[in-house]
């Protein structure tokens, strides 16, 4: 069987952990950033955790995570 293809757009996009969990950055904290408060701004800054049901998609843009 031949290589299989990394998607590079997600590579850029997530983190695996060496637990094997995929890390990604919140949405929201791009743009409009006046209103949001200091509190929900501060809240943005931290990475988030990848839900399950989006695990087994990124498992196979990911094969060699």
Do not use: C, W
């Amino acid at each position: 069987m031949g290589k299989l293809k990394t998607n590079k757009s997600v590579q850029k996009r997530i983190r695996v952990t060496k637990s094997g969990k995929f890390v990604k950055m919140r949405a929201g904290k791009r743009h409009l950033l006046t209103h949001k408060s200091s509190k929900r701004k501060r809240h943005l800054r931290a990475h988030d955790l990848v839900s399950g049901a989006m695990e087994k998609q990124l498992r196979r843009l990911l094969p060699y995570a």
